[in-house]
């Protein structure tokens, strides 16, 4: 489910291994991910972080069985799923290393919150990436923070009310990756970015994050109170009535009720 790495530079590479579903976010792929992130960000032997996924996509987004599950929960169950998955997105970028997110195919819904909490986004040219969430009468709650800060509120905006998915030039264009390449050129890149990484000083990066993130006005206890509003939205939404008909849409391979006849 979460593959872990280290080689004796102390670079780590935490792998999504659940290609059969696209390395969908399951509530036990959010566990382990945050499990290790926190064990990591305690080891002082740890230089970078590294996370991918397994097989053709980086991640396709939350698991289908969760939303099932889901949109038959209760607000304050819905509440508490969007609390873990956002306490791991949290843990990501406050991560005192270097993270480095290598998007080697599909990026959906969470999936862009994983590569938009990371430091660094390095995506393959044929990858496709969607803040999808619209598209099932929700919204991109737990990871709008993180969107916004890479891209800004009116790509944001332009993105997150469509749903459309965007190529890897489109991402690099609008500042949500950094670099792309073909797919048999981005381990090559990907080393040359770690041994760049490698030359700097690992407290200096470490405080260097803590000053960006202080440099936006941000601190711990606004960040916390903006995510768990967010959470708290996201569950109300998850629990209407259109988001109820856009999960049904999806897993029955319709359009749902609100796209209107030609």
């Known amino acids: 489910m979460l593959r872990e790495e280290r080689d004796r530079r102390g670079v780590v590479t ?5 290609p059969e579903a696209r390395n969908a976010l399951s509530a036990a792929l959010v566990a382990a991910l945050s499990a290790a992130l926190e064990r990591l960000a305690a080891d002082p032997g740890v230089r970078i972080v590294l996370l991918s996924g397994a097989g053709s996509a980086f991640c396709g987004g939350a698991d289908i069985g969760d939303m099932r599950a889901a949109a038959q929960a209760s607000v304050a169950a819905n509440e508490a799923d969007a609390g873990r998955f956002s306490r791991m997105l949290e843990l990501l ?4 290393q270097p993270t480095v ?3 080697n195919g599909a990026a959906f819904g969470g999936g862009v919150g994983l590569l938009a909490a990371c430091d660094i986004a390095l995506a393959a040219d044929h990858a496709r990436i969607a803040l999808s969430e619209v598209r099932l009468g ?6 709008s923070p993180y969107v916004l800060r890479a891209i800004g509120p009116r790509q944001a905006r332009r993105w997150s009310l469509t749903g459309a998915a965007m190529d890897a030039a489109t991402a690099l ?4 990756v950094h670099e792309t390449a073909p797919a048999a050129e981005l381990p090559a890149r990907v080393a040359a970015l770690v041994d760049e990484l490698l030359a700097g000083g690992p407290r200096a990066q470490t405080e260097i994050k803590r000053l960006l993130t202080a440099g936006c006005g941000r601190d711990e206890a ?3 109170a903006r995510n768990a509003n967010n959470a708290r939205w ?3 939404l998850r629990a209407s009535a ?6 049904a849409a999806f897993l029955e391979k319709r359009r749902p009720d609100w796209i209107p006849d030609a």
């Open 14 to 18: 935490l792998t999504l291994e659940r």
């Open 93 to 96: 970028e406050i991560l005192p």
């Open 101 to 103: 997110a290598i998007i």
């Open 138 to 143: 929700i919204l991109p709650a737990m990871i």
């Open 173 to 176: 264009r609008i500042g949500l």
């Open 222 to 224: 606004s960040d916390r």
């Open 234 to 236: 996201l569950a109300r």
């Open 242 to 247: 259109e988001g109820r008909e856009g999960l």
